[in-house]
């Protein structure tokens, strides 16, 4: 009943103090680094969905992506054609994918489970991800994470 209640806040339209908050809540956001490691979900409901247990080696991060056309430049050498050396858009990864791969690169002994959207601002897009630590002896002795901590590079396969 608590979650379906949390759900409910979370995508009904924000009054006038709850946008108060939200905004101040996106300047301080901001202010952080990109990748910060965070101690209980933003969206608790949508963490326990996607996995989150209030236990030793689940970690949670909070990633900034920055919106708008990622693009990739091209070659700048001489001698090549115009068209070649034009910076090239990057269409093939959503922003959550992004954060994901980002995350796991900051946690290194860490496998991503899932993430979900908290938010985004005019320059930003944010999402918390849920990461489990492989080698913590809780994640060895659950059931349904230790096959998940057992694959490498999961965020890197599309299997988050």
């Not at 938010?119 to 990461?131: Q, S, V």
Request: charged share 35%.
């Amino acid at each position: 009943m608590l979650y379906k209640r949390i759900k409910e806040l979370w995508n009904a339209p924000p009054n006038k103090e709850m946008k108060e908050i939200w905004f101040s809540r996106l300047i301080e956001w901001r202010k952080e680094v990109a990748v910060v490691r965070i101690q209980r979900p933003t969206r608790l409901d949508r963490a326990r969905a996607l996995g989150y247990k209030a236990k030793q080696g689940i970690i949670l991060a909070r990633v900034r992506v920055t919106r708008g056309g990622r693009q990739r430049r091209g070659s700048l050498k001489k001698g090549r054609r115009s068209k070649a050396a034009r910076a090239k858009k990057i269409v093939d990864i959503n922003y959550q994918s992004v954060a994901e791969r980002r995350a796991n690169n900051k946690f290194k002994n860490c496998e991503v489970l899932n993430s979900y959207y908290v938010g985004k601002d005019g320059r930003h897009a944010f999402y918390e991800i849920i990461l489990i630590d492989r080698d913590h002896p809780q994640i060895k002795s659950d059931k349904q994470l230790k096959g998940v901590a057992g694959r490498r590079g999961r965020v890197y396969r599309g299997l988050t």
